[in-house]
């Protein structure tokens, strides 16, 4: 029920919108470090390359569950000293920091060989579950204290700062190895290069959610409600009992016209995370053995093209942030239609440097996704209670096409002969039909 009472949100300080992500930078860290190094890791320790969608997708699994339900507990939890999404923040980032000390340390038990891949599939899991409780928070709070007017930098902002995170975690094995870091090891162990980032991962992950948890102070539950024009008497039970069935029944048709979008684009960059370390390796390397030092010099540059599209989504965030909300659907079907030109030309370009531009054009369409989607539906959700677990059930539209991704793959990647480039090329079909598919959006401005 909409209260008739409502009051604007205010303009926020720059540095009170920078402080609301200040953390998320941290939390992408722990996000990049898994998805350019999880394929690296699991050959590494053993795994068939036809069984890999097997591995990625437990990630979207456990983000399928974890985010509707940290919506859904942050709407009825409030702390006067920590506000009503910072504790969860809190809690994912310690959990989330402990697992990534183990993950890559997964070969170095003493394990057989499937004993230690089941190790790092239950560590994927748990980093994925308390990344998932750490990320929530920084996509709600942003819906929750930042008015339409300055949502659009703010969600840039947050974009910015992800992708600063992700340009760090993509270059350090490839820095750690230029240093004269191991980046090959014993058979089933993994590289020393990788395991350090992960530890470095992991301590910048823990500081700067504390910097967030501790500079950021929420609006109490009645001001929340009187800012986003939900009536002061919608505690009662029957507005607590209301399911999140009975949610997504009333989400409004912009929730699920970008949902749609977002299937074809998360499809596509699960194939890129699951077998991008592989396509490069193969084309430019011409390795295929994990122990190889040329598949590990395939991947760590990987990482550096991974590192590249998190650059051009830092800088085009910066371009997003300067887009006039009016043209928000112009600027996210550029950006896609741009990504989908990046991931097709992956295919065709065998050469080290020359696959530096198809990133560049990657790395724009990462940056459409991290900003329009959520400003599009929480500008949408506007009037609306139970914000966080309709965000929560929202982010259901990113983890529910990296299952399908995973699950397709076990029959699309035998069909194309087993080659790590044409899953690349089918990504860039698939993001193609995303930006086609994005002038479906009915956008509330």
Same mark, same amino acid.
């Given at each position: 029920?909409?209260?008739?009472?409502?009051?604007?949100?205010?303009?926020?300080?720059?540095?009170?919108?920078?402080?609301?992500?200040?953390?998320?930078? &941290?939390?992408?860290?722990?996000?990049?470090?898994?998805?350019?190094?999880?394929?690296?890791?699991?050959?590494?320790?053993?795994?068939? +390359?036809?069984? !890999?969608?097997?591995?990625?997708?437990?990630?979207? %699994?456990?983000?399928?569950?974890?985010?509707?339900?940290?919506?859904? !507990?942050?709407?009825?939890?409030?702390?006067?000293?920590?506000?009503?999404?910072?504790?969860?923040?809190?809690?994912?980032?310690?959990?989330?920091?402990?697992?990534?000390?183990?993950?890559?340390?997964?070969?170095?038990?003493?394990?057989?060989?499937?004993?230690?891949?089941?190790?790092?599939?239950?560590?994927?899991?748990?980093?994925?579950?308390?990344?998932?409780?750490?990320?929530?928070?920084?996509?709600?709070?942003?819906?929750?204290?930042?008015?339409?007017?300055?949502?659009?930098?703010?969600?840039?902002?947050?974009? *910015?700062?992800?992708?600063?995170?992700?340009?760090?975690?993509? $270059?350090?094995?490839?820095?750690?190895?230029?240093?004269?870091?191991?980046?090959?090891?014993?058979?089933?162990?993994?590289?020393?290069?990788?395991?350090?980032?992960?530890?470095?991962?992991?301590?910048?992950?823990?500081?700067?959610?504390?910097?967030?948890?501790?500079?950021?102070?929420?609006?109490?539950?009645?001001?929340?409600?009187?800012?986003?024009?939900?009536?002061?008497?919608?505690?009662?039970?029957?507005?607590?009992?209301?399911?999140?069935?009975?949610? %997504?029944?009333?989400?409004?048709?912009?929730?699920?016209?970008?949902?749609?979008?977002?299937?074809? #684009?998360?499809?596509?960059?699960?194939?890129?995370?699951?077998?991008?370390?592989?396509?490069?390796?193969?084309?430019?390397?011409?390795?295929?053995?994990?122990?190889?030092?040329?598949?590990?010099?395939?991947?760590?540059?990987?990482?550096?093209?991974?590192?590249?599209?998190?650059?051009?989504?830092?800088?085009?965030?910066?371009?997003?942030?300067?887009? +006039?909300?009016?043209?928000?659907?112009?600027?996210?079907?550029?950006?896609?239609?741009?990504?989908?030109?990046?991931?097709?030309?992956?295919?065709? $370009?065998?050469?080290?440097?020359?696959?530096? *531009?198809?990133?560049?054009?990657? &790395? $724009?369409?990462?940056?459409?996704?991290?900003?329009?989607?959520?400003?599009?539906?929480?500008?949408?959700?506007?009037?609306?209670?139970?914000?966080?677990?309709?965000?929560? !059930?929202?982010?259901?539209?990113? #983890?529910?096409?990296? $299952?399908?991704?995973?699950?397709?793959?076990?029959?699309?990647?035998?069909?194309?002969?087993?080659?790590?480039?044409?899953?690349?090329?089918?990504?860039?079909?698939?993001?193609?039909?995303?930006?086609?598919?994005?002038?479906?959006?009915?956008?509330?401005?």
């Amino acid at each position: 029920m909409e209260n008739k009472n409502k009051t604007t949100l205010p303009d926020l300080p720059l540095s009170t919108i920078w402080m609301l992500s200040f953390g998320f930078l &941290g939390v992408q860290m722990a996000f990049s470090l898994q998805s350019s190094q999880m394929g690296r890791i699991f050959q590494t320790l053993g795994a068939d +390359p036809t069984k !890999l969608g097997f591995f990625f997708i437990l990630p979207p %699994l456990a983000g399928m569950v974890v985010q509707p339900m940290v919506g859904y !507990l942050s709407d009825r939890t409030w702390s006067k000293r920590f506000g009503r999404r910072m504790p969860y923040l809190l809690v994912g980032a310690l959990v989330s920091a402990i697992v990534m000390f183990l993950l890559p340390n997964s070969g170095s038990f003493g394990f057989k060989t499937s004993t230690a891949l089941w190790f790092g599939a239950i560590a994927i899991l748990f980093m994925d579950l308390s990344s998932n409780v750490a990320m929530q928070p920084f996509k709600m709070v942003v819906g929750d204290m930042v008015n339409e007017k300055q949502k659009t930098y703010a969600y840039s902002i947050q974009s *910015f700062l992800s992708n600063t995170g992700s340009v760090l975690a993509t $270059i350090f094995p490839y820095l750690l190895t230029a240093i004269g870091v191991a980046n090959t090891a014993a058979a089933g162990q993994v590289p020393d290069s990788v395991r350090i980032s992960f530890y470095v991962g992991a301590v910048i992950l823990v500081i700067f959610s504390l910097i967030s948890v501790f500079s950021v102070h929420e609006y109490d539950n009645d001001t929340y409600k009187k800012y986003h024009g939900v009536a002061l008497n919608e505690d009662n039970a029957n507005e607590k009992s209301k399911s999140m069935l009975q949610l %997504l029944k009333k989400a409004p048709k912009t929730f699920w016209s970008v949902t749609l979008t977002q299937f074809f #684009c998360w499809m596509a960059f699960q194939y890129l995370w699951t077998y991008g370390a592989g396509s490069v390796a193969a084309t430019v390397y011409h390795a295929a053995d994990p122990t190889s030092s040329g598949y590990q010099a395939g991947a760590n540059w990987f990482g550096i093209l991974s590192a590249v599209y998190a650059v051009a989504a830092v800088i085009w965030s910066l371009v997003l942030s300067k887009i +006039p909300a009016g043209k928000n659907k112009l600027g996210y079907t550029l950006s896609l239609f741009l990504g989908a030109i990046g991931f097709i030309s992956v295919f065709f $370009i065998h050469s080290q440097f020359g696959l530096l *531009f198809s990133f560049i054009l990657i &790395g $724009i369409s990462w940056a459409g996704m991290m900003a329009y989607p959520f400003i599009m539906v929480t500008n949408a959700l506007e009037g609306y209670s139970h914000m966080g677990t309709y965000l929560g !059930l929202f982010n259901g539209s990113i #983890c529910f096409p990296q $299952i399908v991704a995973s699950v397709a793959s076990f029959a699309i990647f035998p069909a194309v002969g087993s080659k790590f480039p044409a899953m690349i090329l089918i990504s860039g079909i698939l993001m193609l039909i995303g930006s086609l598919s994005v002038s479906l959006i009915k956008e509330k401005i």
